[in-house]
């Protein structure tokens, strides 16, 4: 859609996380707004800065880049979720004069230019900002950069842990130091044992579906990894919904067709308008917003393959995975005998820098089978006739990416949205698989060869098919999306 004619030209100012998985959908709605006719100002940290050059259309202002608690940043990389959660915590905590200073600054050069600034648009999780556009009279939309369904249930924590969803767990065992798939496990079949000698009141079958969210099962509540109402990233998501609550408006990438009972929930809980114009990606050629280099060297081999006989594997840009993990990871892959492209970025096994976790003779056996790379172009990969499914830790953007091009899923959740997206997919949308008992050779090699060759591969990917068409659908003019970007643009030109 392009309705840039003859309107008055307005000024947006974005905003994204400055994490791959938050900054691709924001430059992919800058691109889209851009499009319709808005000006664009990108407000950016130096810690993991888009390549600016890439969009010369975009005006970008940097901030905090003195703050040297913030430049801190830089040190602690963005190898996990501890990471991206100080990295949140501590630009919210600082931002605020940092931005009320740019955002004055670029209203006053405004009022100047005739160019009027209409708007602020801002990432969910930043949510100091909402404070700093009201106290300059700035409308402020918000961007959630996952479903709609991980929303509803971020919005339902306190709730979850007054019912005891994630006390149950807790209670047990110290998290620091077993995995929490174990506990799953554990407490799975010690459960009567738990009953009987009284140590926990009432344990929940981690099988059984929560009653007030029936898509989920008891046991993706604990595989987000909050400990509770009380827990820092449990606080953080508390303040988003509340500062998401307040804003003008929510911009999700995601489409109607996808969610639509989650859709009439956020109606009922969230009274602002929501614009489901997604997925982003669709809109544009692959864009131009990763933050590292892909590599393309395998281009040629993936071109002489067989249609739908390579499996494509990534775990997103800031999972990592334990040694022995990786180890059945591996294994798993070798005996499935499946053809692979791998992605596996620098420090993704903890203690390792790259492969060298690898085992003895893994790369031999696997000869002219499988790939390894540190990081691909993942968009023009899955849309490849050669790649036939997608082994994933479930990333909202990887999911999407997926389904656009029709590609069935072996879904590996590590936390955050990733265990509601994988059962989503898994036992809602049917487009995939979910292997939701940890990391195990034979399990994995079975999965692998279940969605890749097998004859219920026909039927997922029957369904992936059915789907991918319902997203073109939903893009196309009258289409739920096109239509939804339509509202979205009348609604930020009468801001
Ligand atoms: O080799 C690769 C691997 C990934 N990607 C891209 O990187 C993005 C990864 O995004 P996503 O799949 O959402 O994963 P994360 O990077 O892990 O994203 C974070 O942000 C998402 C959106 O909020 C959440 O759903 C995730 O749980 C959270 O970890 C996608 O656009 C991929 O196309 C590449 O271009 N090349």
Request: charge should be negative; include cysteine.
């Amino acid at each position: 859609m392009d309705n840039s004619g003859c309107r008055r030209r307005q000024r947006l100012v974005l905003f994204p996380i400055p994490f791959q998985g938050h900054i691709n959908p924001m430059l992919q709605l800058a691109n889209i707004l851009h499009s319709n006719g808005f000006s664009i100002t990108i407000i950016h940290t130096n810690f993991n800065s888009a390549y600016t050059s890439n969009y010369p259309h975009f005006t970008f202002r940097p901030i905090l880049d003195n703050d040297p608690k913030v430049n801190n940043l830089s040190k602690l990389g963005s190898r996990g979720a501890g990471d991206i959660l100080s990295g949140v915590v501590l630009l919210n905590q600082y931002g605020e004069e940092s931005l009320r200073q740019e955002l004055d600054q670029m209203l006053m050069a405004s009022k100047q230019e005739q160019e009027p600034i209409v708007c602020l648009i801002t990432d969910a999780l930043w949510y100091f900002t909402q404070s700093v556009a009201d106290s300059l009279k700035l409308p402020r939309i918000v961007l959630r950069t996952s479903s709609l369904l991980c929303f509803l249930v971020f919005a339902s924590v306190p709730f979850l842990d007054d019912q005891g969803y994630f006390k149950q767990v807790n209670s047990l065992f110290d998290e620091e130091i077993i995995d929490s798939d174990l506990k799953n496990i554990i407490l799975a079949s010690d459960k009567n044992k738990f009953k009987k000698t009284g140590s926990v009141k009432s344990v929940k079958d981690l099988e059984e579906r929560v009653l007030e969210i029936p898509v989920l099962k008891v046991k993706d509540i604990s595989k987000m990894k909050i400990k509770g109402q009380t827990d820092p990233s449990a606080k953080i998501l508390a303040k988003m919904v509340t500062q998401t609550k307040a804003s003008s408006g929510i911009i999700w990438n995601s489409f109607k067709e996808l969610e639509e009972p989650e859709l009439e929930k956020i109606h009922k809980e969230f009274p602002i308008p929501s614009f489901l114009i997604g997925p982003f990606h669709k809109y544009f050629p692959a864009s131009f917003s990763s933050l590292l280099e892909p590599d393309r060297s395998f281009i040629t081999w993936l071109d002489e393959q067989a249609p739908n006989s390579v499996l494509y594997i990534s775990f997103g840009s800031a999972s990592q995975m334990e040694k022995q993990d990786f180890m059945e990871v591996a294994n798993g892959l070798a005996n499935s005998k499946q053809k692979f492209l791998w992605v596996m970025r620098e420090g993704f096994v903890k203690g390792s820098e790259w492969v060298e976790g690898l085992p003895d003779g893994f790369l031999d056996l696997v000869g002219e089978r499988g790939r390894i790379v540190k990081w691909a172009p993942q968009q023009e990969v899955l849309a490849h006739r050669s790649t036939g499914g997608f082994w994933t830790h479930s990333g909202w953007n990887s999911t999407l990416e997926s389904i656009c091009e029709g590609v069935p899923m072996i879904c590996s959740p590590f936390w955050g949205d990733q265990p509601l997206n994988a059962r989503f997919v898994s036992d809602v949308l049917k487009v995939g698989v979910y292997l939701e008992n940890g990391w195990e050779r034979e399990e994995i090699a079975g999965t692998i060869r279940r969605v890749m060759v097998e004859e219920e591969s026909e039927d997922i990917r029957e369904r992936a098919m059915c789907l991918k068409e319902k997203v073109n659908v939903s893009l196309m003019k009258g289409g739920s999306s096109y239509e939804s970007l339509g509202s979205l643009v009348g609604y930020i030109s009468s801001l």
